[in-house]
């Protein structure tokens, strides 16, 4: 299965002293390979102050492009700068007037064209707004059409004229609506303070790859505190863990009650005992879970002194290796990168056969791997774009890579394995 496609629209300001959205943009880029990020766009605000701007937006890209082979390492889903710049936006600069439309923005514009290119795929369009609800409000007015093929992921009241208007008009049209009005708070926030998470980034980002400084550096000051907010994240959240089909059900991005046909919003209680934060226990209750999971991202991205390796040409040479495997298949095919003594052969090898239907395929790689003076050799295989559905039992659904057996120029080691996580393991041969 494809990843879900993803559209931002975020009111991201480098400037601004609320550096959050510039936080979870970086958490989200981190996890390309969870889902498609197909827009980001910079949009306006009710406040003003930190109306979202696409060359701030650039800058956080161009800083990830610096990272990125390190992020290749696990996965191929990795886009390239210039990939990511190309469907990166300008939005509205200001609020939507009191019909709640104005004219078309370039961010309009490339949700209905991502929305239509989901339409056709047979998949939805899931528009993230972590700022004003401005661009894609104009977008529904624009193109009325696209709404069952939206899912859209509201934090906060940013745009109030634009939100009225999608309330009035969409409510029950759009494919999904989760309105998630308060528990956003629970990223941050605790029960008994609004204080946002402190000494986590000195830990688990700085020194930990460009991305990592430069997440350190955002969080040193947010409205004059250091620490730790992402209140925008939760939108994210829901693709790397859960139901992404049922928002009541248990999530990191919160679980949400359904007060009309397709339309969620906070539960009533699960609140904090301080101002409005409804539903923020059900973000809260997960955090050392996504927190964790962050850190092992960055973990990617730390030096270790060793210069990565460059692959070796597969293909050409009088050497063959080959790798049988099979695979489950949850929102996408498993892969794996291939290592011969520690240098990467191949770092993109989807697998198709069905391991419930007993369907395995074999992997050949060809090139110079047996030299003279080496007569024992380390073939790594390294699952690395696991994904499952959150649900346990029978009822979930899982991405996992099966290996049977690896051949090195003839010689089989039938070591099985499972891998039901991303991890490494390696097969020894002596020729």
Do not use: C
């Amino acid at each position: 299965m494809a990843l879900p496609r993803v559209f931002i629209s975020t009111d991201l300001k480098l400037t601004s002293e609320e550096k959050d959205d510039a936080q979870s943009l970086i958490h989200a880029l981190m996890y390309q390979d969870k889902m498609n990020i197909v827009g980001i766009s910079g949009t306006a605000s009710r406040w003003g102050h930190q109306n979202g701007r696409e060359v701030d937006i650039d800058t956080v890209i161009d800083v990830y492009g610096k990272d990125l082979e390190k992020l290749r390492e696990h996965s191929s889903a990795f886009k390239s700068v210039d990939e990511l710049k190309a469907v990166s936006h300008q939005g509205a600069t200001v609020i939507a007037p009191n019909q709640g439309y104005a004219t078309a923005t370039a961010s309009s514009e490339a949700i209905i064209a991502e929305a239509k290119k989901a339409a056709a795929a047979g998949e939805k369009l899931n528009v993230l707004t972590w700022g004003g609800e401005t661009d894609i409000a104009q977008a529904l007015y624009d193109a009325p059409g696209i709404a069952p093929h939206v899912r859209l992921f509201t934090i906060d009241d940013q745009d109030p004229n634009a939100k009225e208007f999608i309330e009035s008009n969409f409510k029950g049209k759009l494919d999904m609506w989760v309105d998630n009005m308060s528990a956003f708070r629970g990223v941050y926030g605790s029960p008994n303070s609004d204080d946002i998470i402190k000494g986590w980034y000195e830990t688990n980002a700085k020194d930990h790859g460009a991305l990592g400084d430069f997440f350190a550096k955002l969080s040193g000051d947010i409205f004059n505190e250091s620490g730790v907010k992402m209140g925008d994240s939760p939108t994210v959240f829901r693709f790397l863990s859960g139901n992404q089909n049922d928002p009541t059900q248990e999530s990191w991005g919160g679980e949400f009650r359904e007060v009309s046909d397709r339309y969620y919003t906070d539960h009533t209680n699960q609140a904090f005992k301080w101002g409005s934060t409804d539903g923020a226990l059900t973000i809260y209750e997960d955090r050392d879970a996504w927190l964790g999971s962050f850190a092992n991202r960055f973990d990617w991205l730390k030096d270790t002194g060793n210069k990565p390796t460059e692959p070796v040409a597969s293909g050409n040479g009088s050497d063959t290796i080959t790798v049988k495997v099979s695979g489950d298949h949850y929102q996408g095919d498993p892969n794996f990168v291939i290592k011969v003594d520690d240098k990467v052969i191949d770092y993109t090898n989807p697998v198709k056969a069905a391991h419930d239907d007993r369907e395995w395929e074999t992997f050949t790689f060809k090139g110079q791997f047996d030299a003279d003076s080496i007569q024992k050799h380390k073939i790594e295989i390294q699952f690395n774009n696991d994904n499952w559905s959150g649900i346990s039992g029978t009822e979930g659904f899982d991405r996992n890579l099966y290996v049977d057996e690896v051949t090195f120029n003839g010689k089989v080691n039938g070591s099985d394995a499972i891998f039901k996580t991303n991890a490494t393991q390696a097969w020894l041969f002596e020729l």
